[in-house]
């Protein structure tokens, strides 16, 4: 009889539990349109609490997109400073005559013709120095004094085509042209660094200087050099001169200034149009790739700001998860009340991933507007050109609304597992 009665106490429990169950009203379905009105309502609800939160993904958003449009921007600049100058220089060089060698130069002084017709070649000359083991004492006066000793003043060779080769300026006179060095004029042109040195600061007497006891007539001075800057401390003489009066040989170097892209396909033609047949014999330098040193650039740069976009980001995404719990802690009486109204755990956790999301969308669009403007208005600012990539515009709203969504998360979990007698006994 015992047994008998405990098996119907416990169906009766059993039953009655079922009712209690059965009268609790379930919510099988959820509408969305439902979801996303309550999302909203709740994020309305508290409108500066609201503003306060977005602004931690504007300022997150809004730092990363400045940080990486400044770098892009900032990068372009560097590399288009860099065409201007490295980027269109090429040098050919020819390695030293070996002694007793019968085999002829791999330069000669016609080799800047051959090279001039190139496509690309905007100046091109050929330069050599003094032969090895000769001393060249460079003086300003013909009086021999052995109390003086000469200046230390180098000597070269060159073709009528330096100035536009090295980019350099004739502040005085002129340079010599192809006429001179056809003529083997004893005329000389001094580095503006070089003159300083000689006292030679007026060339309406036409003053000289002595290279090796030999006098050669000053024509010009050649300043804001560019490019092979030694040459402001040099004396520069006719190719021809200085081969008849001071033994100079074939040139060492051929210099080439090209346009601007033309430097790769100068660099692999130049060889062949200097030493046809022999070209593998000469030393090439020609600048690296723009595109790679762009690239470079780019990536270093927007290494360092990305750093300090994502920490931004992290600061908003932690903003937002702490004043969504808040959230959660203030409303626990209207979740426990929706739970009692039939609202499933999904519903909750939903509901609040929503409000997240959606602050940090919000954040995102607007972060994303500023930080444009933000880039423009520094490109300005220093005269340059902004460089911005479009999509990392499009995609800094979708990031805004991940990081909402990553930091509503536990707040949401945690809304969630709220039963709803203990969350209506809270809110009360």
Do not use: C
């Amino acid at each position: 009889m015992s047994a008998v009665k405990v098996k119907v106490k416990a169906n009766v429990k059993v039953q009655a539990s079922d009712r209690s169950k059965a009268s609790r009203p379930r919510v099988k379905r959820y509408d969305p349109r439902d979801l996303v009105s309550e999302a909203l309502l709740g994020i309305l609800t508290r409108p500066l609490r609201a503003a306060l939160t977005t602004l931690g993904t504007v300022l997150g958003i809004t730092t990363l997109v400045i940080t990486l449009g400044v770098a892009a921007t900032a990068a372009n600049q560097i590399t288009t400073r860099f065409d201007a100058l490295s980027a269109t220089t090429v040098s050919v060089t020819a390695p030293p005559p070996q002694p007793g060698s019968a085999d002829p130069p791999l330069l000669d002084w016609d080799g800047p013709d051959q090279v001039a017709r190139l496509a690309g070649v905007t100046g091109v000359a050929a330069l050599a120095e003094a032969p090895v083991g000769v001393d060249l004492p460079v003086r300003a006066s013909a009086v021999d004094d052995p109390t003086l000793a000469g200046a230390s003043i180098p000597v070269v060779a060159a073709t009528a085509g330096l100035p536009a080769a090295v980019r350099g300026t004739v502040t005085a006179g002129r340079f010599f042209d192809a006429g001179m060095v056809a003529r083997h004029d004893r005329v000389a042109v001094l580095g503006d660094q070089a003159a300083k040195l000689l006292g030679v600061t007026d060339l309406a007497e036409a003053p000289a200087v002595f290279v090796g006891g030999q006098p050669f007539t000053v024509i010009g001075v050649l300043g804001d050099i560019a490019r092979e800057q030694f040459l402001a401390a040099t004396v520069i003489l006719p190719s021809t001169t200085a081969h008849d009066r001071l033994g100079f040989g074939a040139p060492g170097r051929v210099l080439i200034t090209t346009a601007l892209g033309a430097a790769g396909q100068v660099a692999a033609q130049a060889p062949v149009a200097l030493a046809p047949g022999r070209s593998a014999g000469l030393t090439v330098v020609a600048p690296p790739s723009l595109e790679r040193a762009r690239k470079s650039v780019a990536g270093d740069t927007n290494a360092l700001f990305l750093v300090l976009g994502l920490v931004s980001l992290v600061v908003g995404a932690v903003g937002i998860a702490n004043v969504t719990l808040v959230t959660v802690v203030e409303r626990t009486g209207e979740i426990g009340l929706r739970r009692a109204l039939g609202a499933a755990r999904r519903h909750i956790a939903y509901q609040f991933l929503l409000e997240s999301t959606g602050v940090g969308l919000v954040g995102g669009v607007i972060g994303a507007a500023l930080g444009v403007i933000g880039v423009v208005a520094v490109s300005a600012a220093h005269d340059w050109t902004p460089v911005l990539d479009v999509r990392l515009a499009l995609a800094a709203p979708v990031a805004g609304a991940v990081v909402g969504l990553a930091a509503g998360v536990y707040p949401a979990v945690r809304a969630a597992r709220r039963e709803p007698v203990d969350a209506l006994r809270a809110g009360l």
